[in-house]
């Protein structure tokens, strides 16, 4: 099982399009989490889609959609935040993070708390 895990943007349901559009891909395998700071209302979730769940990071329910970390093969990181940086640094060794770089995460780890030295060895 491989776990996405992204900010609210309406450029991840290209990505969700890619990944519905390449045959071998088995959709079953893929969780899609799209996080927030607070909770979004229907009418402002920029993706629609059955297969993405939304949550509050770090509440009960972002907790309990994720599940055992050490349970996913691997973890993707849709556009590095605060947030999902501080996450990063809690994923256990023995599973892959991939971080996907959008461009602006490097303008926006300049202007964020982001530990980025910290982030690169947990990579690494």
């Known amino acids: 099982m491989n776990l996405h895990l992204t900010h609210n943007n309406f450029v991840f349901d290209r990505v969700l399009n890619v990944f ?3 045959d071998n891909v088995n959709l079953k ?3 899609f989490i799209i996080y ?3 909770e979004i209302k229907e009418a402002n979730r920029m993706i629609k889609d059955e297969s993405v769940t939304y949550v509050v990071y770090d ?5 309990s959609e994720i599940g055992d970390l050490a349970a996913y093969d691997k973890i993707y990181i849709h556009f590095l935040s605060d947030q999902l940086s501080d996450f990063i640094l809690k994923c256990p060794k023995e599973v892959q993070v991939v971080l996907v770089f959008w461009g602006g995460c490097f303008f926006v780890a300049t202007f964020q708390k982001i530990n980025l030295s910290s982030v690169v060895l947990r990579l690494c």
């Open 59 to 63: 509440s009960v329910k972002f907790w």
């Open 36 to 38: 927030s700071l607070h």
């Open 29 to 31: 395998q893929h969780k």
């Open 20 to 22: 519905k559009s390449i």
